[in-house]
C-alpha cells in the first residue's frame, strides 16, 4: 500500500538511511486521501508514521507488527503539502522496538508519533 512497487495504487516510498541511525522519506498525498476539504486525512498521515518505523526497524534485520502507536497531531496537512517522514528506534529490547517518527511539512514538524513494535516470531 504505502512502500511496496508491486501495487498499481500504492504510493512506492524509499526510505533513505542518515548514517545517525534515522531514516527519511518523502511523500505527497492526494485528493484520494483527503479527509476534510482540502486537508489529509489524519488516518493516512498514521499509515505514512507506521511506514517509516517499520522500515527503521526493518534497517536493522527483524522484522516487526506495530503493537500500539501514540499520535500528536500539531496542524493540518493540506493535501498538496510535500512531506518529509523520519523516524529513528529510540530503545530495543529482545522483542520490542520503541520508536518515534515524525512528519515534517516546510520544515517544521506537523504529525508525530511513538510506537512499540513487537519482533515476529
Known amino acids: 500500500m504505502l512502500c511496496g512497487t ?16 534515522s531514516i527519511w522519506g518523502r511523500a505527497k498525498g492526494g485528493i484520494h486521501q483527503q479527509g476534510f476539504q482540502g486537508i489529509l486525512h489524519g488516518g493516512f498521515l498514521v499509515a505514512l508514521l507506521d511506514a517509516g518505523m517499520c ?15 501514540n499520535i500528536r497531531y500539531l496542524t493540518e496537512i493540506p493535501i498538496t503539502a510535500d512531506m518529509i517522514i523520519r523516524a529513528q528506534i529510540i ?3 529482545l522483542t520490542l522496538y520503541k ?18 513494535f513487537m519482533k515476529r516470531q
Not at 501495487?7 to 541511525?21: A, H, P, V
Not at 526497524?57 to 503493537?67: H, K, L, P, R
Open 55 to 69: 522500515n527503521v526497524i526493518f534497517n536493522s534485520g527483524a522484522e516487526v507488527a506495530t503493537g500500539d502507536m
Open 91 to 93: 530503545k530495543s529490547y
Open 6 to 21: 508491486q501495487s498499481t495504487f500504492g504510493l512506492k516510498l524509499d526510505f533513505y538511511n542518515d548514517q545517525k541511525g
Open 99 to 116: 520508536v518515534e517518527a515524525e512528519i515534517y511539512v516546510n520544515q517544521k514538524v506537523a504529525v508525530k508519533a511513538n510506537a512499540r
